[in-house]
């Protein structure tokens, strides 16, 4: 018997810059365990450009801690004057 793995999509970002915004590429399922990866890696985008676009099309499943987890990320990026798309 083969034991299903308790998160079989797990998140992946994939970053890449544009001329007008840093894009950050959402892969697998962003869930609670997840959220943490997520805000470490565009918190400090967000000094860094005016835009960042969030990719949400590859994302299989979103849970209600993913979507605070974007609800955070927006007050943070409206806090340090950036903008924060999906």
Do not use: F, N
Not at 10 to 21: F, G, N, Q, V, Y
Not at 35 to 61: G, Y
């Amino acid at each position: 018997m083969t034991a299903t793995p308790a998160h079989p999509h797990p998140l992946s970002l994939h970053t890449r810059i544009e001329p007008d915004a840093i894009v950050v590429e959402c892969r697998g399922r962003l869930v609670r365990e997840g959220t943490d990866l997520l805000r470490q890696t565009v918190k400090p985008l967000l000094s860094q450009t005016k835009c960042v676009v969030l990719d949400l099309t590859a994302l299989a499943h979103m849970d209600s801690s993913g979507l605070g987890a974007l609800v955070g990320l927006y007050v943070s990026a409206k806090t340090a004057g950036c903008q924060l798309q999906l």
